[in-house]
């Protein structure tokens, strides 16, 4: 499971190079919310991530769990497969506060989780709650934020999805554009409309403008407690980790935690996305490297500000001995 701890704390909000934030709010019963936008330059590829969650549909209390079902307590009368596919559940409190997962199915009071297994950590009385994933027809509503194509082979913006198989310099899994009213996938039926395809809350999604520059708009839950997000490291060689850090305001690598669960000679690319270009390869990227002890790279090495609102990032882990997972624990950098 994935996820990120929530609270309630005020937001900070920083404006830093092309990432600015407009607007927020704070509810009285549910938590900050606020408005990112980012700046995706014309004839580039920008690495976008999510800053910010779509608001909770649901928010309860964990009655038990048997394998990957969870069941809330009390009668919350859902309607049967109203969140299959397309929400996720995400524990608010308890052990494994800061850990999402998909939802395969549910009934009139429990979840099934897309994991492999038994539920970890989950007990009764934990909170969770219910987030609609980001889609592309949620991010991108009406075509808003990219250009739109003027024909299936003239595509004005693309977006590349990224893949999670096994090694470094992953193609993409999926290419999508705007055309006519919907979203179309390069290779797909051309009348098919994807808008529904999902874009995970913990990774990153590249936006390539083959005109004019665009700004894309998230209006969404700041994330204000922990977050716990999965490395993983290959025993057959290098592996590349596709990460978005869910925060609204830029974080250094010495706040971020992240080498606290890394080993010697993991690596961090990260990209400068106000300079404009295409097919961004790790040559291009600053790279910040972890020696067990401490980064060095960039101008400053840890206090670089490498985390900015909506940038993704990529984690490049050298070879284990093993196949492993690690969850990277990151605490946010505002306050009370």
């Known amino acids: 499971m994935r996820l990120a701890k929530l609270s309630r704390l005020p937001l900070l909000i920083a404006i830093l190079g092309s990432f600015s934030i407009n607007a927020f709010a704070i509810e009285a019963t549910t938590n900050p919310v606020g408005v990112i936008q980012v700046t995706a330059l014309g004839d580039s590829d920008s690495l976008i991530s999510i800053p910010l969650k779509q608001p909770a549909v649901f928010n309860g209390v964990v009655n038990s769990t048997s394998g990957n079902v969870l069941t809330a307590e009390g009668s919350p009368g859902w309607d049967a497969g109203e969140w299959a596919d397309t929400h996720y559940g995400f524990l608010r409190s308890g052990s494994a506060a800061g850990a999402y997962a998909g939802i395969d199915v549910n009934d009139v ?6 994991i492999e297994g038994d539920i970890q950590d989950v007990v009764q009385g934990d909170s969770f709650s219910i987030h609609p994933f980001w889609t592309l027809d949620l991010l991108f509503p009406d075509g808003a ?14 977006i590349f999805v990224p893949s999670f198989g096994e090694g ?3 193609a993409a899994d999926a290419t999508y554009y705007y055309y006519d009213g919907a979203w179309r996938q390069v290779g797909g039926d051309l009348s098919a409309d994807f808008g529904g395809t999902v874009l995970l809350p913990d990774s990153y999604f590249i936006l390539r403008n083959n005109s004019s520059s665009t700004t894309v708009t998230f209006t969404g839950e700041v994330v204000m407690g922990d977050l716990n997000l999965p490395l993983i490291a290959s025993d057959q060689g290098q592996q590349d980790n596709i990460v978005g850090l869910q925060r609204p305001i830029e974080m250094t690598l010495d706040e971020s935690g992240l080498g606290a669960s890394l080993s010697n000679g993991d690596q961090l690319l990260v990209w400068d996305l106000a300079v404009a ?5 790790a040559a291009d990227a600053t790279v910040y490297t972890w020696d067990g002890a401490s980064w060095s790279g960039g101008d400053s090495g840890g206090a670089d500000q490498v985390f900015n609102p909506g940038r993704g990032v990529l984690i490049r882990r050298a070879q284990g001995g093993q196949l492993e997972e690690v969850d990277w624990s990151n605490s946010p950098n505002y306050g009370n």
């Open 145 to 158: 934020g990219v250009n739109a194509s003027s024909s299936h082979a003239s595509r004005d913006s693309e």
């Open 168 to 170: 470094i310099n992953l």
């Open 277 to 281: 270009k295409k097919n961004r390869l």
């Open 109 to 114: 009071s429990s979840i099934t989780l897309d």
